[in-house]
């Protein structure tokens, strides 16, 4: 007879096997990123054609515009349609990847 290890009391085997229950976002849900970057030509344009690139339904009217004390750097929030952590993730690595962009939150 070999021994068997009872399930966790706390149900964490069951959330283990099903990755949509491994994050606290609900999919699909809005979902808004904080991205700041130089004062630039070009710096909205492109986080909006990457926001479109991953969530084509992106509606540019949302976009959210804040400038830095200074005047040197502008804060984007653009509010994207999550429908996965992987779009998320990708998103994410494409902001902080693109030369324009200092910060993605």
Do not use: C, W
């Not at 491994?22 to 710096?43: N, Q, T, W």
């Not at 990457?50 to 005047?71: K, V, Y």
């Amino acid at each position: 007879m070999t021994p068997t290890t009872p399930p966790p009391a706390n149900g964490l085997a069951e959330q283990a096997r099903d990755p949509r229950k491994d994050s606290l976002i609900e999919y699909p849900s809005r979902f808004p990123i904080k991205v700041m970057g130089a004062k630039a030509d070009g710096f909205v344009h492109a986080v909006t054609e990457l926001a479109r690139q991953f969530d084509p339904t992106f509606d540019a009217s949302t976009i959210e515009l804040r400038d830095s004390r200074a005047g040197n750097y502008l804060g984007v929030t653009i509010t994207i349609t999550a429908t996965s952590r992987e779009q998320l993730d990708n998103l994410y690595r494409a902001l902080s990847s693109h030369p324009l962009v200092k910060v993605v939150l």
